[in-house]
């Protein structure tokens, strides 16, 4: 840190929150940087960091932000220097930064920042890099955490829709399709985690890929009609859990001609029970791998 301290998107980048966060706490719970510049830009020294590090880390382990603000102010040199995170802060150091920030965003229900990570990710990366690199193992912390009691459902509920909403912007800009048979993705009858299905959707539609997503929970008579309708060159069905991951409906589906690929994704499918020539993906890329194959595009 220089001389003149942090200004306050510095700050913001190291705690993994929004600036306009940190001008929050600022005027809510009075938590300021000891120094303006000249210009009356904010400057904070390494004890306000500090400070703000503690206030953070009180919050993500549970304490309510003026009770949180109340002890940061109050705490002397030891306590800040002394930074033992407590275990829903805790990112595995084996996670890559921007994962770590966006579940840090995630767990503070900053929703700000959490866009931001999510679409400057989107942005350089395509969803081909962004799902396997910080979309899915930032849910898969979450959900882990969520699963500990580490962090509420509403932090589960608030990625969620923030990573769907940023999707949906990605499938929507795509430009227009250079195949014409379409590939389906839909989620198996009763699986709620549609995540995955809009990933791949977006990511379709990104290389250019016709493609038609049904989203969560569709019964196998809907997505029989969709198939008899559209006549896709493949169809992928996923499930996350083994409620939802029964095989045995996927051999009554239609056929088409040509013939259409069946591919399925997720942990909840049975191994084994699968119909004859379906085709088990275990990774995104797989997946698009498998759909690209069907066009016969690669
Ligand atoms: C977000 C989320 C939700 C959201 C879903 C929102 C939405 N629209 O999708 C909400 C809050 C609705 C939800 C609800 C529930 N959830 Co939930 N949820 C999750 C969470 C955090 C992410 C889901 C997801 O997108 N997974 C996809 C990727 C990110 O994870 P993955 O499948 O593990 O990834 C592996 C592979 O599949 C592969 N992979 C990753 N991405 C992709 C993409 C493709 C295309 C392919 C082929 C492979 C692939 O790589 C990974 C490493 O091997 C998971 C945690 C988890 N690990 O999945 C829990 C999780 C799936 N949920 C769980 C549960 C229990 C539930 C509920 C039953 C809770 C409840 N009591 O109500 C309900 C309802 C379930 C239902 N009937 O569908 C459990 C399932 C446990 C189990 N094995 O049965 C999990 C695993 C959390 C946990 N650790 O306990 N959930």
Redesign the pocket.
């Known amino acids: 840190m220089t001389g003149m301290g942090l200004g306050v998107g510095a700050v913001a980048r190291r705690l993994g929150v929004a600036p306009s966060t940190l001008r929050t706490w600022e005027r809510r719970y009075r938590i300021a940087p000891s120094r303006h510049t000249a210009g009356g830009h904010r400057r904070y020294d390494e004890t306000d960091v500090a400070r703000l590090e503690l206030m953070q880390r009180l919050i993500l382990g549970g304490v309510p932000p003026e009770e949180a603000a109340r002890a940061a102010r109050a705490a002397g040199p030891g306590e800040l220097a002394a930074p033992p995170a407590p275990p829903a802060a805790a990112v595995p150091a084996g996670e890559a930064p921007a994962v770590r920030a966006l579940v840090r965003a995630a767990a503070a229900m900053d929703a700000a920042a959490m866009r931001r990570l999510v679409r400057d990710a989107l942005d350089r990366d395509g969803v081909a890099g962004a799902?396997?690199g910080l979309?899915?193992?930032a849910?898969?912390e979450?959900?882990?955490r969520?699963?500990a009691g580490g962090v509420p459902?509403e932090v589960?509920?608030l990625?969620?829709d923030c990573v769907?909403g940023a999707l949906a912007a990605v499938a929507a800009a795509a430009g227009p399709p250079v195949t014409t048979r379409p590939v389906l993705l839909a989620?198996a009858p009763?699986?709620?985690?549609?995540?995955?299905?809009?990933?791949?959707g977006a990511g379709l539609a990104q290389e250019g890929l016709e493609v038609r997503v049904l989203g969560?929970?569709v019964p196998y008579p809907a997505l029989a009609g969709a198939i008899r309708r559209t006549g896709p060159a493949a169809v992928?069905v996923?499930s996350?859990?083994?409620?939802?991951g029964d095989p045995r409906p996927l051999a009554d589906l239609p056929g088409t001609r040509p013939a259409l690929r069946l591919i399925v994704?997720?942990?909840?499918w049975a191994d084994g029970a699968l119909p004859a020539g379906t085709r088990r993906?275990?990774?995104?890329a797989?997946?698009v791998a498998a759909a690209r194959a069907a066009l016969g595009l690669d």
Request: negative net charge; charged residues 10%; contains cysteine.
């Open positions: 799902w396997p979309l899915a193992p849910l898969i979450i959900g882990a969520q699963a459902v589960e509920h990625l969620s769907l989620c009763e699986e709620q985690h549609s995540l995955p299905v809009q990933a791949l969560a929970r992928f996923w996350s859990t083994a409620e939802t994704g997720g942990p909840g993906v275990r990774t995104y797989g997946a």
